[in-house]
T-cell receptor, first 113, second 118 residues
Framework: DAKTTQPNSMESNEEEPVHLPCNHS???????IHWYRQLPSQGPEYVIH?????VNNRMASLAIAEDRKSSTLILHRATLRDAAVYYC??????????????WGAGTKLIIKP | NAGVMQNPRHLVRRRGQEARLRCSPM?????VYWYRQLPEEGLKFMVY????????ESGMPKERFSAEFPKEGPSILRIQQVVRGDSAAYFC????????????????FGPGTRLTVL
């Protein structure tokens, strides 16, 4: 399975933008890039996903490098409620086991008031 | 529209007892997934079920663990003769569709059951 690499933790000030990087140098052409986040003591929550083009939704933006070997999750204005562990996950949509989300350790985002 | 529900939220068992974890998927979802999470780690896939069928149980230990998703009622993850190493958070997720190619097949997660084995 393709793997992702994320920093263990990042800090940011409240109401400032946050850029969470993810490296996936072995990504295949049929891998979608998914981001989930997990708030303390809660289940994971879907954030965003994309294939090649940059994506925006109400929660965040996803910037995907042209060669697709890396991506960045952008929180435009972080609040204290955004403090969570953010997971970058590759999902092969044509594989037989594409329902298996392969989770790394994620990036723990700390928001300073 | 209720989300994925799991109960109990916390479960304490002594070594050798049985643990039953229940998961009710979102309305209209017929695909259920179970994951286990140890402290400071990501989730690990255990099993994928559709109604009355186990599709993939490759991530589930062959001994003591079983899962079902009956025609009526919630999905059940059952752990027999629990040991201390079974202590973890167990998350259930559901999706509306299965592996159908380019669809996102977004998985919606429940709040988890935290199992503590004494």
């Amino acid at each position: 399975d393709a793997k992702t690499t994320q920093p263990n933790s990042m800090e940011s000030n409240e109401e400032e933008p946050v850029h969470l990087p993810c490296n996936h140098s072995t990504i295949s052409g049929t891998d979608y890039i998914h981001w989930y986040r997990q708030l303390p003591s809660q289940g994971p929550e879907y954030v965003i996903h994309g294939l090649t083009s940059n994506v925006n939704n109400r929660m965040a933006s996803l910037a995907i490098a042209e060669d697709r070997k890396s991506s960045t999750l952008i929180l435009h204005r972080a609040t204290l409620r955004d403090a969570a562990v953010y997971y970058c996950i590759l999902r092969d949509v044509v594989g037989d086991s594409n329902y298996q989300l392969i989770w790394g350790a994620g990036t723990k985002l700390i928001i300073k008031p | 529209n209720a989300g994925v529900m799991q109960n109990p939220r916390h479960l304490v068992r002594r070594r050798g007892q049985e643990a039953r974890l229940r998961c009710s998927p979102m309305k209209g979802h017929s695909h259920v997934y179970w994951y286990r999470q140890l402290p400071e780690e990501g989730l690990k896939f255990m099993v994928y079920l559709q109604k009355e069928n186990i599709i993939d149980e490759s991530g589930m230990p062959k001994e003591r663990f079983s899962a079902e998703f009956p025609k009526e009622g919630p999905s059940i993850l059952r752990i027999q003769q629990v040991v201390r190493g079974d202590s973890a958070a167990y998350f259930c997720a559901s999706s509306q569709t299965g592996p159908t190619g380019a669809r996102s097949n977004e998985q919606f997660f429940g709040p988890g059951t935290r199992l503590t084995v004494l």
